[in-house]
């Protein structure tokens, strides 16, 4: 077939000259032909500007760009309104403070029994420890544990336990000495003394109890 394009050669050429083709055959054996590219697309009738079809055809979207998301973004529907958001606030929690005048009035009462059977310089004594116990109280120079201590030790002498507000007592004198060493004598002393006249009240209470009982012989 490729000796259909090729004229015969002339006998004087080289060997190496090309060889010359025929391009009325390739204008006769060739394929189907083709509009120029230079010739004009007649408008629609109906007017409108005709697209290519390469533009109308719809395309992977351009690189770099996210798809769209099938979840937009709604608002809420009518008649609802979004949870509101609750922060959490840290507010302080107060405590119940223990006050002065449960702590000391208590004591003074105590005080106040012993007059009359404890001498008077151990009265004054505790009298003194007990105005520093109030000054310091006062002052702010007692931390919240010494007042709750405080508070309970009192409760243990008003209900006669002896033996718990005295170790409630020694208590305050290991773990916060700094704080109550100078009235806390006052309060041990107290303790002691009010423990002496309960114990001679019981005492005295007894013997008249026995005297006043039918058929209880006294001792001579």
Known sequence: MAELYVKPGNKERGWNDPPQFSYGLQTQAGGPKRNPLTKRVAAPQDGSPRVPTSETSP???????????????????????????????????????????DVLRPLEQALDDC???TKKQVCDDISRRLALLQEQWV???????????MALLVQELSNHRWDAADDIHRSLM?????????????????????RSLSSEEMATATAEENQTTPGVQQDP
Do not use: F, Y
Request: aromatic share 2%; proline share 17%.
């Open 139 to 149: 002052g702010g120079k007692l931390s919240t544990p010494v007042k709750k201590r």
């Open 174 to 194: 290991v773990d916060h000495v700094t704080e109550v060493s100078q009235w806390m004598v006052g309060v041990k002393r107290l303790i002691a003394e009010k």
């Open 59 to 101: 395309g992977p979207p351009p690189m770099g760009l996210p798809p769209p998301s099938s979840k937009s973004s709604r608002p809420p529907a009518m008649g609802t309104c979004p949870a509101p958001t609750v922060e959490p606030t840290d507010l302080p929690v107060t405590e119940c403070e223990t006050l002065l005048e």
């Open 115 to 117: 007059h009359g059977h």
